[in-house]
């Protein structure tokens, strides 16, 4: 079975740090957020919109990954207490709070 890393305070923190990702095809691997129209899997070139951009859960824009590092963050967010995880759970709780 596979060992599960630790994760601190400070790996999310780091993870909620916006990362200039502009010159990069990223996909949303966080759950829909039908208010902004974000569909899992959407992919972006040249940046995230606007109304992404506007959204105050940092958890939504940490879930924009590279796109050659998608089966990863699938297989991580399946992990329970990973980074991933964590954050695509804090995304599930700003959706339902609205």
Same mark, same amino acid.
């Given at each position: 079975?596979?060992?599960? /890393? ?10 909620? /740090? ?8 990223? +996909? ?6 039908? *208010?902004?129209?974000? !569909?899992?899997? *959407?992919?972006?070139?040249?940046? =995230? ?6 959204? /105050?859960?940092?958890? +939504?824009?940490? =879930?924009?990954?590279?796109? /050659?590092? =998608?089966?990863?963050?699938? *297989? ?5 207490? *990973? ?8 995304? =599930?709780?700003? +959706? !339902?709070?609205?």
């Amino acid at each position: 079975m596979k060992k599960v /890393e630790e994760v601190t305070k400070e790996m999310v923190k780091e993870a909620l /740090e916006p990362k200039p990702n502009h010159d990069k095809t990223l +996909i949303y691997c966080g759950p829909e957020v039908a *208010s902004v129209g974000l !569909r899992q899997f *959407s992919v972006f070139k040249n940046g =995230l919109p606007a109304n992404v951009l506007e959204l /105050e859960c940092k958890a +939504i824009h940490a =879930l924009f990954k590279p796109v /050659e590092d =998608l089966a990863k963050v699938k *297989s991580q967010i399946a992990i329970k207490g *990973s980074k991933e995880n964590q954050l695509f759970n804090n995304v =599930l709780k700003f +959706i !339902r709070e609205g």
